[in-house]
DNA sequence: GTCTATACAATGATAGAC
DNA sequence: GTCTATCATTGTATAGAC
């Protein structure tokens, strides 16, 4: 405003419109690609809900890829956050799971339409899409589950019989059900109530055998 | 040829050439559906895998849409009748519900591409894309192993304290798994065997009290 | 950093001959 | 039923002013 020489003003309006740009963006290829899917999602109609405009996509992200990729990116990244977190946590292996269960309904819960976005990639097609690894996250929450899994083996809280990876196979299906009911627009969503007790139904099956748990016999 | 009426050669070639020039289309988009996605695949690339051109995919399908919804209703139309023939089947619901996994699991095997489109269809966006309702199979496929479920609890084999319902959402978690498993690249598939081991885990969890069971101790 | 204006390829679909 | 030729539209991405 008043200052005398010309681009010389060190201003901080250019790098705080530039983070509003870029979230802005962000927030409105979430929406696009989750109405329209990555393919079919114009980079025209994004920087048309963004407020912006093309160029402006370009300088922040460079290709309507690397949008893509941003945003899985940084989910990602917080969803694996919190489930280190969740494994961090103390407790017996059953309400260790369970917590993980509840975070991981809540953290979908709060970012559905990425959560869509990320599914929609993951079973997308091969080419068309950016290369993303959703195995990644996939590893990450199989080993999160197995790691809880064997320390409640080694605490005496789960039957050796049954191999750890089966155990977590099972796990890894029920919070698959419950985030696609979470998900998807043709289900209603699961309940946590209900998730707490097919879970327990999972551990009555593999709990060490009957006669060592004491408590059991009714 | 030897016909002298111009137009009047009732020939059995036009027919023939018609269903060949259908089912060649079909298989082709069902290729590049698969490794481009519906909203990218393009009509042109699927005539020339065909080997047919534009104006035949128009006339047998009428637009882009209804060639893919044709592909997920033959589909669709099979995976049901397999449905219907494995929980027809006798024995045990734990034979039964193996059967029904075995079979699924085959036929998954069978028709990957076009699993993959279904899967891909399911998870991507609603506009864009034309509609189906996949809820269908999904109902079918539960309603399925919640029958054989009620029925293993009518004949003393499964725990009545276990609502049939839950139970049925451990197994439809656990068939979703293997099937992801099976039709995504960045996973080897799980074998049969192991599907039949995570079986009877969930499985010891549901039977009946232990005491009732008989045959249960060692 | 953000704009206007534009380049240029590819798309789904059709008209009309045969 | 199947073809050749074509249309109008939309796509991503960029050059250059400010």
């Given amino acids: 405003m008043g200052t005398i020489e010309p681009g010389a003003t060190a201003d901080v309006a250019p790098a705080e419109t530039d983070e509003r740009t870029r979230s802005r963006l962000l927030r409105a290829a979430v929406c696009i690609f989750d109405r329209k899917g990555y393919a079919a999602a114009s980079v025209r109609e994004i920087v048309e809900i963004a407020g912006v405009t093309k160029p402006a996509l370009y300088y ?67 080419e068309g899409a950016p290369p993303f690894d959703f195995t990644l996250f996939d590893r990450r929450l199989e080993a999160a589950v197995r790691r809880i899994v064997e320390e409640g083996q080694a605490a005496g809280e789960i039957a050796t019989a049954a191999s750890a990876a089966d155990v977590s196979l099972v796990i890894m299906g029920v919070i698959g059900v419950f985030a696609v009911r979470q998900i998807h627009y043709s289900f209603e969503p699961i309940g946590l109530d209900t998730m707490r007790r097919v879970i327990g139904l999972i551990f009555d099956g593999v709990l060490r055998e009957q006669g060592q748990q004491g408590e059991r016999r009714q």
């Fill in 60 to 126: 922040h992200f460079g290709s309507k890829e690397r949008l893509l990729t941003t945003v899985l990116d940084e989910a990602c990244r917080e969803f694996t956050a919190a489930m280190e977190r969740a494994v961090a946590r103390k407790g017996t292996a059953r309400q260790r799971l369970e917590a993980l269960c509840e975070d991981l309904h809540g953290l979908f819960q709060e970012h559905v339409p990425v959560v869509r976005v990320a599914h929609a990639t993951f079973f997308g097609p091969v």
